[in-house]
């Protein structure tokens, strides 16, 4: 009987859920450095998220809203390098910046709801993230602590859901 390697690598698994946990509580008891480190990690995401949509662009030369992707691409690109090369302004701009892109991506997901013949749902995401947008923007203490205090949560929700998986994968 042999065992999938991915299986037996099962405290991996469990390592990471243990880190992302004790990041999340830092980020809890720490938001100011944890602010800090998120103008970093988000420019990288960003980045990241600028070059798919570019790929998405190249590959799919049919695509609906084309010009639309194209633009989010680009702006997805250069706010990442901004993020990334200017920590100490990050910080500053870190809300305005999140604010932003998120409303460009509530804009999106609306603009994406006519592939699927006006998905409801799809416009009902885009407006609950255009008012996330907007209550990150013009609320500086409310963007900043939701930003710091989302991304704890959910670190702390991938750790235990990685602990658990660890958990089944040494079962098996």
């Known amino acids: 009987m042999t065992v999938d390697r991915r299986l037996r690598n099962w405290w991996v698994f469990l390592i990471r859920g243990l880190l992302f946990i004790l990041l999340g509580i830092y980020m809890i008891a720490r938001p100011a450095s944890g602010f800090a480190a998120l103008g970093f990690l988000l420019g990288f995401i960003i980045l990241v998220a600028g070059i798919s949509e570019l790929l998405h662009v190249v590959r799919d030369r049919?695509?609906?809203?084309?010009?639309w992707h194209l633009f989010i691409g680009i702006l997805d690109i250069l706010i990442g390098l901004i993020l990334l090369s200017h920590i100490a302004a990050s910080e500053t701009i870190l809300r305005i910046i999140v604010g932003i892109w998120f409303l460009f991506r509530g804009i999106s997901l609306i603009s994406f709801s006519g592939l699927l013949r006006r998905s409801w749902l799809m416009i009902i995401?885009?407006?609950?993230v255009i008012v996330f947008a907007l209550l990150v923007l013009f609320n500086p203490v409310f963007g900043a602590m939701t930003i710091v205090l989302w991304t704890a949560i959910a670190l702390i929700v991938t750790g235990v859901f990685n602990i658990m998986l660890a958990a089944w994968m040494k079962r098996l």
């Open 62 to 67: 049919g695509a609906f809203n084309r010009g």
């Open 125 to 128: 995401g885009g407006i609950i």
